[in-house]
């Protein structure tokens, strides 16, 4: 049982990836996959794999990838609507495609903006900053193909020209986060670091070599078995990322079609977001931090978090301490529920954002930790990293 709730099983996870399969391989087909499979449902540990079972029909195509660290990994790559239920009969709920074809690996052909809400931004803000990002990529010439995430947030997929490496791709989606939030006033941030950020933070490192993002149909593990839908932009108005799940979306489909149907038509440039980007490293804005595990790259700020960063040998103005971990994000946030019964005049001062949960990926698995900021807790009551949190692993 995948979903204990509405009793989802494999098999309904299969016909439903059939159903929808002309939409969900135009998202994930011709394109190397990361598996990330729920073999126990989604109320058990999940895990990531990248690379194919050495036991598979002799049908399913496999790529070799190179990633930053020097591994290599054959990775799986569906082009039928059998590869799909090959891959549901493994458990994997998600289509976590890499930004390339199959056939070319060092050129992305597409450019992946993802809209991640703070704690406490509702829906309507992240409809707002689609519609920032959807006009500043329309004045690049660039067009967007909206899509909820199935989570709490949005993507907006870009298809371009095969012309730039990953790191190029990187630096025109970054150069769009800023402008996005510079026009946002409040709406939006492109800081990297959780502690620093506000409203919907979009993502530009999901366009980093080795980064995966869910795909169009792609099934998120909710009680509600939630899908990512693609939209027309005139639903991102008016649509709710609860419309949508497994039970709902192949009825959708069957009359409607796929609304991201056309986006291979749509291929852009990247040289206006390029030129944006050196305007804004000439005005003093340079590169931004990389995710943690990989290698430290040419003109990039120091990679600490402001909370731990020292100036002049006094600490950051971020007063950040961890409460909890857990093997899963269940886990760790009934550990906050506790650290709050403990504290109880310390919970009353945080606001939603000041509770950063942090999905800490290894390998193959995932961990949760849970650090709060004590930014609006007066200094007198502010209390330590609890010695469990600090030492667990």
Known sequence: MLFPKPKYTKLDLANYYLAVAEGALRGAGGRPNMLVRFPNGIAAPSFYQKRAPESRPPWIEVVTLRFPSGRTADEVVPRTPASLAWM????????????????DLDHPDELRVD???VPGIKWPQVRQVAQLARAVLEEFGLV?????????G??????????WEFDEVRRAALALAREVERRGDGLATSKWWKEERQGVFVDYNQNAKDRTVASAYSVRPTPDARVSAPLSWDEVDEADPEDFTLGTMPQRFAKIGDRHAGMDASAGSLDGLLELSARQEKEGQGDAPWPPHYRKQPGEPPRVQPSKARTGGRVSKFPLIEVSRGKDKKEALAGLSKWKKEHPRVAKHLEPADVLVDQMRGRSSAWYR??????HVPEKIRPRTPSRARTES
């Open 88 to 103: 549901a009969n493994l458990a994997c709920l998600e289509l976590h495609p890499h930004p390339v074809r199959a056939e």
């Open 115 to 117: 809209l991640d809400p």
């Open 144 to 152: 967007g193909w909206p899509k909820t995430s199935g989570s709490r």
């Open 154 to 163: 949005m993507h907006l997929f870009v298809r371009i020209e095969r012309r």
């Open 370 to 375: 849970i650090r709060i900021n004590l930014q």
